[in-house]
Structure formats: structure tokens, C-alpha cells
């Protein structure tokens, strides 16, 4: 059986003073950000901007969460922020797989579950037709 192939995608992102906390690194609830940004670009990347998902009628909310921390980002520290997706996990939710690096080395590691959701009715639904066939079609140029 032929392994799934997964997309992937890093972006840097530069610590800001708003982002750390009292004792000078940064807020455990903001990795959750640096989360949304990674799952933001690689979707943008691979051509599903999440405002054209919204335009079409889906949101896609946050239904779970796990963060595991290895060490710590400080003001002013350039993060790096690898997402990756399998689309073999994509049934009823998406789940995006993250990890955080500063220097090269790794800060934190984590995921995010998303269901998708009608935008007018806000109930959840499968994934749409159009997300599918734009997965099946860039998993298999890859």
C-alpha cells in the first residue's frame, strides 16, 4: 500500500512583547496563535485560502487542542512554525499537526481538530465536495 502523502509547510514568525508573559516567554494560550497561523499559511500555500472556504460557506472551528511543551520562545525570538496535514485523517474533522523551533530547536509540538461547519446554519457537516477534490488533486501532483 502506497503511503499517504502529506502537505507541508513552514513559516517564521518574530515574537512580539504582546505575546510574552511576566516572566519573559511567551504565553502558553499563544501557541494556539502560532498554531492558526501555521495552518493558515499551509492552507493558503496549497491554494485553499480560508477566505475563499468562508466565501463558499464553511467555517472551520476549533473542536480540539493539544499543546506539549519542550522549551520556550522569548520576546523578540524569530520562531519557525512547521504544519503539516495527512489527508488520510480528513473524515468528519481536519486535524493539523504542528511543530515550534527556535534556532532549529524544537519549543513545541501539537495539533488542532476542526470540524467543518455550515456558515448560515452553524452545524457541522463532511467535508465539502471542493476541499476533497483540491486534496486528491495536490496530493497527487506532489
Not at 131 to 136: L, S
Given at each position: 500500500?502506497?503511503?499517504s502523502k502529506t502537505l507541508k509547510y513552514s513559516t517564521t514568525e518574530?515574537?512580539?512583547y504582546a505575546d510574552v508573559d511576566k516572566m519573559g516567554v511567551v504565553y502558553n494560550g499563544n501557541y494556539l496563535r502560532l498554531f492558526e497561523i501555521g495552518?493558515?499559511?499551509?492552507?493558503?500555500?496549497?491554494?485553499?485560502p480560508y477566505p475563499e472556504v468562508e466565501k463558499l460557506?464553511?467555517?472551520l472551528p476549533l473542536v480540539e487542542a493539544c499543546v506539549k511543551w519542550k522549551g520556550s520562545a522569548k520576546y523578540d525570538?524569530?520562531?519557525?512554525?512547521?504544519?503539516?496535514?495527512?489527508?488520510?485523517s480528513l473524515n468528519s474533522t481536519i486535524r493539523f499537526d504542528y511543530e515550534i523551533l527556535?534556532?532549529?530547536?524544537?519549543?513545541?509540538?501539537?495539533?488542532?481538530?476542526?470540524?467543518?461547519?455550515?456558515s448560515?446554519?452553524?452545524?457541522?457537516?463532511?467535508?465539502?465536495?471542493f476541499?476533497?477534490?483540491?486534496?486528491?488533486k495536490i496530493t497527487n501532483e506532489l
Open positions: 500500500m502506497e503511503k518574530r515574537i512580539r495552518r493558515t499559511e499551509l492552507m493558503r500555500n496549497f491554494g485553499i460557506g464553511y467555517i525570538d524569530l520562531v519557525e512554525i512547521r504544519t503539516e496535514f495527512n489527508p488520510e527556535v534556532d532549529g530547536k524544537t519549543i513545541a509540538i501539537g495539533y488542532t481538530v476542526h470540524s467543518f461547519v455550515l448560515d446554519k452553524f452545524r457541522a457537516v463532511k467535508p465539502p465536495k476541499f476533497i477534490e483540491h486534496v486528491r
